[in-house]
Structures are given as structure tokens and as C-alpha cells.
């Protein structure tokens, strides 16, 4: 009888396996990757999730340990199960493009189509793959399972020749024992790649230099990755713009203008077949402001900007960490976070569950909600209105983090402790 957790409970950051016992990788997998292409498709009332392909590579380059656990329940869920019993064998959590589109204005006037691709451990046996998508009250919006054949004669092999060129900026430790971070070159051609070495290096020397990353930059593999471009630079739709480049990113995302993304994600992967990977980087050969994380998908930023530095870091606090922007707005937006549902991301709370979250960490008598004085702004903590988009009904743990701001010097305590939780889930064994 298969174990069952609820979506509520994983919603709220909990350490969740599905069965008694933990999984031994080697039982149940080889060391390599199986590559799963999906379709997104749909628009704000309706979602369809469609198989678009398989591939393997060699290596596995993921966690080892915690198989059929979540941290983080994401906006999406991956589980593979062994089909006569129901036994969960590896667990994944992310976010998409898809759905935060689903949000937009242009969502209820047109259907779409997002590619997306996830990484698993290549199964020893059949296995059953499900997928599912969940609203932003947590409830599951589009479902899909398939079965897959590891002896299947259709899925393709990738990344034994013809790899991106690539080496180690900064080597934590063996890519078995670490987490291994992509930096991916964007609208760099074979003539500005020196100047993509400088930026990787500025890029790694920012992660680097801003707690929690500082402490543990053991623990962390980066790779660069040359992908070349025909054309240098990026595509800026609002200035009329548009470059030939590998990854064909964009500023103007949903129509924000400084919001830069890419849609390419097959092409991302495809890129990166064969290299040591579980985080990605897109690195853009801009000076121009702007960038994009999306949970356990990607994060993007342009490399030469003057706020680079910090927004480079913030966006991995998406993208590796789960975290939540803290910023908000004037209500003048659809609310992503309703306020009869706690968010899943560690660093925001509706209070409708807030045990789940940071209360813990409160010194004795604090008031909820807290009153923000501006005094100890970065480190503070407490329970202050306004975050998430939202200026009413969402709640952040200080006045200013990076997660709120560029000019806060590190994460709160609250998001410190978020990506040291993720770092050593992904590093158990």
C-alpha cells in the first residue's frame, strides 16, 4: 500500500520520506541520468502536462541520500514509484515559468505551451513517474503519470561526445561528495569567452563573499560552461533588440521589463549533457539590469551590471534556496500568496501556519505582527507586514534582507538557516 503525505504538510518545509526506511541509491539506480522532457501547456483555467521525450547520460550527479524525501514542496512534484508496490524510490520538488505565467493577464486570453526538464537517477527497473502541478492555495491543478522502461530502445543517449566545453571555476570537493553548480555562458561568442572567464570568476567571488555561501563554499563544485553565441549580448524586445544567441534569453518576460528569462530549457540541458550538474546559472554578456530564478529549474543574470553582485546572489536564493521575494507592492497585483494558505518557501508566512516557519527562532514576547522601528534592520527578527508581492497579509522576518533588498549585506537568519537546511538534505547519505 503506497505511503500517502499530504500536500498541506509538505507545504510547510517539513522533512517528509515516504517510507520507514531510507532508500539505498544503488538498489534501485545506476550512476547515470535519465533526462525527462515535459510540455506545459494551458492557460490560467486549464493545464495539460505532456511527455515530450527521454534521454540518458552518463553520470548522476544529484543527491544520493534522502531518495523518497521532500525538503520543499515547490510548485510541482516529480515521484518515482516501483509500479507493483507503489514504493517511492526518488522524490523532487521545483517551480516553472508556466505557472507563474498562469498568473498574468495574457493567461486569460491565451493558451501557451512551456518546455520544462527534470533529472532523476536512471532506474534498474520499470518504474512509474508521476508529475504533478499545484495552485497557489496547494491543491493539484494538473496531474500526469507514466511508465518508463529503463531498457527502452527510444531513450536516447546524450553526453558520451560532442560535450560543451567546460572546467571547474571553483572546486569545492569530488562532484559525488558536493553540490555541483553550472555557470553557462549567454550571448558570449568565441571571441568575448575571456571576457565570460572574468565574469565567472566575479560571479563566484560573490557567492563566496555573502554568509550562508561564505562558510560553506566546501561544499559547492561551479563549472563554466562556454556555450558560444553567434551574436553577443541579449534580446531586449522594448528596445527592439534581438540577438542570435545560444539560449535565446530575454529581457520583458510577461511584459516586466527587467524580468530576463530564457524558454529554452531543452537547450539549456542539451548544453549541459554530460557535465557535472544539478544547479544552473545562465550568465548573460549584458550590463543591462535584470534577472530571473525559478525554483530547482534555473537562475539568470546579466554579469556586468552594477548591481550584478547582489542580484546574482538573490536570484539564487530562488533557484537553489526556495526562498520568497520579500518585497511587495501597493495590492495593486493578483495575489500570488492567498492569505488563507501558508506558502511552502521558509522565508514568508501567511501566519495560517506559522509554527511551520520561523516562530521558533522569535526572542521571547515578540509581537505578532511586529511593528518595523528601523533599528537592526538586517537582523532583527520578527513578524513584519508586507512581503511576497503583497503589502497586506504576508508576512517577512525582517525589516530588510537580500531577499527584500540589494543593499542588505547578507541573508536574515531565517534564510541563512533555509539554505543551510537545503545544502546538508542534499548532502546526506
Known sequence: MKCLRTLAALAFGIFL????????????????TLRMDYIFSGDNRHQVISLDG????PGWYGRRGNLDSLLLAGNGQITVTIPESGKVIYRHSFSTLFQEWQSSEEAARVQKSFENVFLVPFPKQIVDVHVTLTDTHNKVSADFTHRVDPKDILIRRIGEQGITPWHYAYKGGDPADVIDVAIVAEGYTENDMQQFEEDVKMAVDAYQSHE???SLKQKFNFI??????????VSIPHDNIWKNTVLSSNFDTFYSERYLTTLRIKKLHD???GIPYEHIIILVNSDHYGGGGVYNNY?????RNQKTRPVIVHEFGHSFGGLADEYFYDDQYEPMYPTDTEPWEPNITTLVNFDSKWRDMLPKKTAIPTVADGKDIYKKLGVYEGAGYSSKGVYRPVQECRMKINEAPDFCPVCDRAIRRIVDFYLSK
Not at 527521454?54 to 547520460?57: G, I, V
Not at 537562475?299 to 554579469?303: F, H, I, K, N, V
Open 17 to 32: 520520506s515516504a517510507g520507514a526506511f531510507a532508500i539505498d541509491f544503488n538498489d534501485y539506480f545506476e550512476n547515470r
Open 54 to 57: 527521454l534521454c540518458q547520460s
Open 212 to 214: 550562508p555561501f561564505k
Open 299 to 303: 537562475m539568470l543574470s546579466t554579469a
Open 271 to 273: 548544453i549541459l549533457s
Open 224 to 233: 563554466a560552461v562556454k556555450a558560444v553565441s553567434q551574436e553577443s549580448g
